[in-house]
C-alpha cells in the first residue's frame, strides 16, 4: 500500500537552530514528490519539486533532499516566521493526485 | 503573479443544505483538484479534472459532485450536508505530466 509518512509530527525549535524534517515513502512509481509549507488557515504554498534521488533544492533558509525512499527539508537557522506546518506529498505516475503525509508542525521560539 | 481563487471563502449551511464551491484556476492550468481538511489532519483528495474530463476519484462521497467547464473553472457542489462535512475545502491546479499544484486560499464550511 502507497504510504507516506512524515516525522516528527511537531518540533519545536530556538530561533537558530537548525533541524531536518523527514518525509519517508513507500509507493510504486514516484513521478514526484513535492514540499508544501502550510499556515493555520490558510492553503498550502509550495515550496519545492523534487523527481530523482540525489536531486537537492534550496530557497532562502531551506533546503531539500531526496533519496530512493525518504526527503529531507533542512532548516538552517530557522526564525519564528519559519513556524508553519510543512507537508510533503507525492505524485505518481499512474494518476494525477497528490498524497500528503500528515506535516509536521514546526514552532520556532524567539 | 495570478493565483488559484475560491470563493466563497466561508460558508454556513444547515444539515441537509446544498453548497457550491467554486475555483478558477491559474491561467494555463489544464488540471484542477479538489481536497478536503478536517481540523489537524492532512488534505484528502477528492477529485480531479484534466481538460474537462475527470480524471481521479478520491474519497469523495456519493452526496458530492463536481466539474469542470469550458472556461476551466471547477464547482464542487455537495449536497445533504453533514456535520461531518464541516472542513477546509482546497482547490489547487496545474500543468499536467508531473508539475507542482498550487493551492487556492480553500473555503472554510461549516455544518450546523
Known amino acids: 500500500e502507497d504510504q507516506v509518512t512524515q516525522s516528527p509530527e511537531a518540533l519545536r525549535l530556538q530561533e537558530g537552530e537548525s533541524s531536518s524534517l523527514n518525509c519517508s515513502y513507500t509507493?510504486?512509481?514516484?513521478?514526484?514528490l513535492f514540499w508544501y509549507r502550510q499556515d493555520p488557515g490558510k492553503g498550502p504554498e509550495f515550496l519545492f519539486t523534487?523527481?530523482?534521488a540525489g536531486e537537492e533544492k534550496e530557497k532562502e533558509r531551506l533546503k531539500a533532499t531526496l533519496t530512493k525512499k525518504e526527503s529531507f527539508l533542512h532548516i538552517t537557522a530557522p526564525k519564528p516566521e519559519d513556524s508553519a506546518t510543512y507537508l510533503c506529498?507525492?505524485?505518481?505516475?499512474?494518476?494525477?493526485?497528490?498524497?500528503f503525509g500528515t506535516g509536521t508542525s514546526l514552532t520556532v521560539i524567539p | 503573479a495570478a493565483g488559484v481563487i475560491q470563493s466563497p471563502r466561508h460558508l454556513i449551511k444547515e444539515k441537509r443544505e446544498t453548497a457550491t464551491l467554486k475555483c478558477y484556476p491559474i491561467?494555463?492550468?489544464?488540471?484542477v483538484y479538489w481536497y478536503q481538511q478536517g481540523p489537524g489532519q492532512d488534505p484528502q483528495f477528492l477529485i480531479s479534472?484534466?481538460?474537462?474530463?475527470?480524471?481521479d476519484k478520491g474519497s469523495i462521497p456519493d452526496r458530492f459532485s463536481a466539474q469542470q467547464f469550458s472556461d476551466y473553472h471547477s464547482e464542487l457542489n455537495m449536497s445533504s450536508l453533514e456535520l461531518g462535512d464541516s472542513a477546509l475545502y482546497f482547490c489547487?491546479?496545474?500543468?499536467?505530466?508531473?508539475?507542482?499544484?498550487?493551492f487556492g486560499q480553500g473555503t472554510r464550511l461549516t455544518v450546523v
Open positions: 489547487a491546479s496545474s500543468r499536467t505530466g508531473g508539475a507542482e499544484a498550487f
Open positions: 509507493v510504486s512509481g514516484l513521478r514526484g
Open positions: 523534487l523527481y530523482s
Open positions: 506529498a507525492v505524485q505518481l505516475y499512474t494518476g494525477n493526485q497528490f498524497y
Open positions: 491561467p494555463r492550468h489544464d488540471t
Open positions: 479534472f484534466y481538460e474537462k474530463m475527470q480524471s
